[in-house]
């Protein structure tokens, strides 16, 4: 696995401007700093992957150019494989958004990206996805609690509910309030 400072260099490298890779870094950053806090609740887990991934699972949002934000972590994917990184690495690009998106969620939705499943399948794509889900890129950039999560993404069906609260029972909630400036 690549360390922090070499997944930094690949996000300098493929951002398109300072303020993009100031954005999406400091909410890659973030959202390791929730799976680290989460971690004791995920045994057996590997830590170091667990971080990589937290690092690397919004670097697609670079490749955009106007694409529709659904794509980021198919685009993310390709480009982490472009650059020869193990496929644990490049998964947690097209796993994470959501609670995962179905082959029938893409066909359902029809949505802009292959047909297929992009859900989490390793405890570490897990915890990446459930961490993820209490921070956000949007501007300015704001911490999302478990009922605010819940609540957005009743929207596409209570069957993501319902994996949402199972995500909640295993890994708890973090203590955003410790995470803030």
């Known amino acids: 696995m690549p360390s922090e400072d070499e997944i930094r260099a690949l ?14 870094w400091a909410h890659c950053v973030t959202v390791w700093r929730i799976a680290e806090q989460l971690l004791p609740r995920a045994a057996g ?3 170091a992957l667990v971080k990589a991934g937290c690092l ?19 685009l993310g994917h390709e480009l982490l494989r472009e650059e020869g990184l193990p496929e ?8 994470h958004t959501g609670v995962g998106i179905t082959r029938a969620d893409v066909a359902r939705q029809a949505l802009p990206i ?26 300015p950039p704001r911490f999302v609690t478990a009922d605010g999560y819940r609540r957005d993404v009743a929207r596409f069906g209570v ?4 994996c949402f609260d199972a995500m909640v029972a295993r890994y708890g909630e973090p203590d955003l309030t410790a995470l803030r400036p």
């Open 88 to 95: 644990a690495l490049c998964r947690f690009c097209s796993c």
């Open 114 to 139: 292959p047909p297929g499943d992009y859900v989490a399948v390793s405890e570490e794509e897990r915890l990446v996805m459930y961490a993820d889900k209490f921070h956000t890129k949007s501007s």
């Open 56 to 74: 690397a699972h919004d670097i697609g949002v670079y490749r955009l150019r106007g694409d529709p934000y659904i794509r980021h972590g198919v």
């Open 159 to 162: 069957d993501k509910v319902v």
């Open 11 to 24: 996000h300098e490298r493929h951002a398109p401007d300072r303020d993009t890779f100031d954005l999406v």
């Open 45 to 47: 887990v590997d830590p």
